[in-house]
């Protein structure tokens, strides 16, 4: 008796948590500061000393593309911007994630710390600044450096998002 009331109030929510799980959630529905409507970020500097050549322009890159596909603030130079996006990398860490019975680090964990400015170009104030920390990992049992690599990729790709969501959703 109990189990067919289970499946009959199943299937009478069914409809609803389809409906859920098509729905799209995305934090398009926030806007950004009063004012802001399109943004500049200048190329990000790397004061890490941590020795990544293309770090700066990937990250920059990165960060930009973030803000043309997501479409809630335009792209523009700096003399037509309302806001600008300042990012210094501050820390790069690689450290050992997963160690091995052997004593092997099998697997790495590389984090990144940036700090960044969100200014109000046309008020020529600071909206607020912040340090965003995210990590990648990657297998350091095989491939060096271009695992490594990897896993800086994936720690880019989550902190320009971080950053993305930020200044879009106006917390």
Known sequence: MIRTKKIMMLIAFMPVILFMSSC???FKGAAPPEGIKTIYIPTIRD???FGLPN???EMTTLLKNKFINDNTLEYTEKTKADGMIDCVVKSITDEALVVSGNEQVSR???TIVVSV???NLKKQKSIWKK???NWGEYDSSTGGFSKRDEGVRSA???ITEDILLDVISNW
């Open 47 to 49: 004061e890490s000393g």
């Open 55 to 57: 770090l700066s322009e």
């Open 24 to 26: 799209n959630y995305s």
């Open 131 to 133: 340090d965003f920390s």
């Open 117 to 119: 400015e969100f200014t």
């Open 108 to 110: 790495r964990k590389v």
């Open 156 to 158: 880019e790709d989550k």
